[in-house]
């Protein structure tokens, strides 16, 4: 039953994951995510099933090439297990009903964007626009109650998702015609889909997301030796304003109209 249940959720979870860092990869090279079978960046040593198990492969391994030695990014099981765990928490949120299904999906596009962001600058319109779509046909035509936590409205009725998409899309768009370098058109139609799920709530999100942009941008700054002029990707700090939105957005509202004195 449930132990079965939770178990099968990881390694589906670990699996799914696995074939992200295939997107990861290829998908901003303009490789086919299909063809062909994964091969070692350096010695080109096509990869055998005992290579490809998720996480379990890289550890055996200790992050080497079986055939040449070439470390292994730790980024491969890092995202193999951040989508098992993405994939574990919105089962013990939602059980498996449509909203889970469509909470996994949101929080995959999110984790496979954000990494890509963060290598590339860039994030893919041939992962977005199609998510939005998706989301857009899931959230209007499916039967769905209760997507996100239980007091996030989400998607009950179409009112909320085409609130939340303009507000989104819209207050990004406008950020960007105001710094033409600061954001681009990548994350206008991610906070559009991020409206998408999370509705009039995509405010916290976006607002999350500029907090911890911030203090990323003064990090790299002071870490890294970075400078302002160079670019940031701001992908990641929006999904993570976007992941803690939907779990705990409300809570998180409460206690902000609480500091500043408004509730
Ligand atoms: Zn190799």
Avoid at 16 to 32: A, C, D
Avoid at 152 to 164: E, F, K, M, R
Avoid at 184 to 198: C, N, Q, R, T, V
Avoid at 249 to 258: D, E, K, M, N, T
Wanted: aromatic share 10%; hydrophobic share 55%.
């Amino acid at each position: 039953m449930d132990a079965v249940l939770i178990i099968l959720v990881i390694v589906f979870g670990l699996l799914i994951g696995s074939f992200l860092n295939v997107v990861i990869y290829r998908v901003p090279r303009k490789e086919s995510i299909v063809l062909p079978a994964s091969h070692c960046p350096r010695c080109d040593h096509e990869l055998a099933a005992r290579d490809n198990i998720p996480v379990v492969s890289y550890l055996i391994q200790r992050g080497q090439c079986r055939y040449c030695g070439e470390p292994i990014s730790i980024q491969y099981p890092v995202v193999e297990a951040a989508t098992a765990l993405l994939g574990l928490i919105a089962y013990l949120t939602y059980g498996l009903p449509l909203e889970f299904a469509l909470a996994v999906f949101f929080l995959l596009v999110l984790l496979t964007v954000s990494v890509i962001d963060i290598h590339h600058k860039i994030i893919p319109n041939v992962i977005v626009i199609p998510a939005i779509v998706i989301a857009a046909v899931s959230l209007l035509g499916l039967p769905l109650a209760n997507l996100a936590t239980p007091a996030l409205v989400g998607a009950s009725g179409w009112l909320n998702p085409a609130i939340g998409f303009l507000i989104g899309g819209g207050l990004l768009f406008l950020l960007a015609v105001l710094w033409p370098n600061g954001m681009g058109g990548g994350d206008i139609k991610l906070a559009a889909l991020m409206g998408l799920f999370l509705g009039p709530y995509v405010i916290i999100a976006l607002f999350l997301g500029f907090f911890f942009g911030s203090v990323g941008g003064v990090a790299a700054m002071g870490v890294l030796g970075k400078g302002r002029k160079d670019q940031i990707p701001f992908g990641p700090y929006l999904a993570a304003g976007a992941v803690l939105t939907l779990y705990a957005g409300l809570p998180v509202a409460q206690w902000y109209l609480r500091i500043s004195g408004f509730a």
